[in-house]
């Protein structure tokens, strides 16, 4: 590394640093603010509250990480620009390529980073945070959701259970599919197909169902008024263990749960489009950065708070193509890969024209 890489990166991370910071403070003010009623009325301690907030940070940090990878882009870039020392560089014969590739990297190592956060870091900080507001503000008195849909449980090695959503009011399945398949799992091998399932004495009952039994290319029908279960090992609060959102889940935990939802016939498409978001959405941090840095090395006469309002219509533009393909994706309209990665392609390839206009 050289000094001039050096003293590009330093300039880089100084703002971005000092953005990430306020970023979160300003975050946390507002927060508190709109909790602090919560927090006095169940005599929250101080203690539990910075741990309510040290545990939060993980996740600001990687909600405003973006918006501060372009102000620190805009800014470094743009100071330099400002005071002729990107003149002076290429004058000497180095190319903008060169200017900019330690910000390229660098924006690079960071997507990784916070793809490895969002796996491994935020959902365990979240977890905890949670954890202590149910604790010490809901204490006894807890949200309970009852009602569960798309629920996927492996009975036993080549056997699934499908219920489409489950009530545990009343401890009742709908739209329930139980798939049998051989040891190679390449073909069923037996199916059952009913409109519901209760919990009966401790044992689970399929009611008025059919089975359909597959061997030598042949298919038999069998039809039931009353199935009885007592081999599935679970009880209706399991299900609430079982069904999670994507949110909670890791890029492994998705994709097993996708690979699920293929093997039992369902349509994977709006569960694929988070999957391929949990990998382009952290490179949205590279993505702004080369967006960003030509951008502003240009000479203009902008000065910090253009350069403040610039970096947040993009930001805004950018975030909003990533929420309405993701959209798309969920209706079907476009394919879940394309939805993951339409905005950074777009502004990828905005990137590309502005770093070849730049060149000129």
């Known amino acids: 590394m050289t ?34 009623d919560k927090f006095i009325d169940k005599d929250v301690p101080r203690v539990v509250i910075v741990k309510y907030y040290f545990y939060y940070l993980p996740y600001i940090i990687v909600l405003s990480l973006p ?43 960071i997507s990784c980073f916070i793809m490895y956060s969002g796996e491994k870091i935020v959902p365990l900080t979240n977890e905890k945070k949670i954890g202590l507001y149910n604790q010490y503000v809901h204490k006894s008195k807890k949200r309970i959701q009852t009602r569960y849909t ?16 489950f009530d545990t009011k009343i401890n009742t399945g709908y739209k329930v599919a139980i798939q049998n398949f051989d040891e190679q799992f390449k073909a069923i091998t037996q199916r059952i197909d ?36 007592p081999d599935f090992q679970f009880e209706a609060k399991d299900i609430s263990k079982v069904q999670k959102k994507t949110e909670e889940m890791s890029y492994w935990d998705l994709k097993k749960f996708i690979e699920n939802v293929k093997r039992n016939g369902g349509d994977p498409d709006r569960w694929l489009v988070d999957l391929y978001l949990k990998i382009s959405f952290p490179f949205a941090n590279f993505i702004i950065v080369m967006f ?9 006469r902008s000065g ?13 533009l950018y975030f909003g ?7 798309f994706g969920h209706n079907g309209t476009i394919s879940p890969l394309l939805a993951a990665w339409l905005g950074n392609m777009i502004f990828g390839v905005a990137a590309l024209a502005i770093l070849y206009k730049v060149r000129k």
Not at 305 to 315: E, N, P
Request: hydrophobic content about 50%; proline content about 3%.
């Open 3 to 36: 000094i001039l890489d050096k003293y590009i990166i330093r300039n880089f991370l100084g703002t971005l640093i000092f953005s990430l910071v306020a970023f979160s403070i300003i975050f946390i003010i507002i927060d508190l603010v709109g909790y602090l």
């Open 292 to 300: 960003g840095a030509p951008l502003a090395s240009r000479k203009t």
């Open 321 to 327: 193509i990533i929420k309405v393909s993701q959209t």
């Open 304 to 316: 910090p708070a253009i350069s403040f309002g610039i970096s947040l219509v993009i930001c805004f």
């Open 67 to 109: 918006v501060a990878m372009l102000l620190a882009s805009l800014f470094s870039m743009g100071q330099m620009a400002r005071y002729n020392e990107i003149v002076a560089m290429t004058a000497s014969g180095i190319s903008i390529n060169r200017i900019l590739l330690p910000l390229f990297i660098l924006g690079f190592i």
């Open 194 to 229: 009913a409109p519901q399932m209760v919990r009966e004495n401790d044992k689970w009952v399929i009611i008025n169902g059919i089975t359909r039994n597959f061997k030598n290319n042949k298919e038999t029908i069998e039809k039931f008024e009353r199935l009885e279960r």
């Open 150 to 165: 798309d629920i996927y449980v492996q009975l036993s090695q080549n056997q699934w259970l499908n219920i489409g959503h």
